[in-house]
């Protein structure tokens, strides 16, 4: 089992930037690759970004490429969102995924079968 908690959402004016983190526990001795996904009020929640176990290999969703970092530090099993330019369609609950994969990037939700509780990321215009 892994266990994972974000941290680090608030709310920030339009051109602001967060960074969210993502600390992972538990049987964390294998490759994950994490992701994180977002919900706004009211609609479904969608993919932002994902990481591979090693780190060479991220993908971003349209909406947030070029304004959006993922990143992580496996010797301190977190991962890391830096969310720079941030818009107010920015706003929603960010959830930090992870699912045991050594070689595939997954992008998809139900591939991911670890999930934190989310935090909430507010965005003023």
């Known amino acids: 089992q892994v266990q994972l908690v974000e941290s680090g959402g608030g709310l920030v004016q339009a051109g602001g930037s967060l960074r969210l983190s993502c600390a992972a526990s538990?049987?964390?001795?294998?490759?994950?690759?994490m992701a994180w996904f977002r919900q706004a009020p009211g609609k479904e929640r969608r993919f932002v970004t994902a990481?591979?176990?090693?780190?060479?290999?991220?993908y971003y969703a349209d909406s947030v490429k070029g304004r959006f970092t993922i990143s992580r530090d496996n010797a301190n099993n977190t991962v890391y969102l830096q969310m720079n330019s941030l818009k107010p369609e920015d706003t929603a609950v960010y959830y930090c995924?992870?699912?045991?994969?050594?070689?595939?990037?997954?992008?998809?939700?139900?591939?991911?079968?670890?999930w934190g509780q989310g935090t909430q990321v507010t965005v003023s215009s």
């Open positions: 990481i591979n176990w090693s780190g060479v290999s991220t």
């Open positions: 538990g049987r964390t001795n294998s490759n994950y690759a």
């Open positions: 995924a992870a699912v045991r994969s050594s070689y595939y990037l997954p992008l998809q939700e139900y591939e991911y079968n670890y």
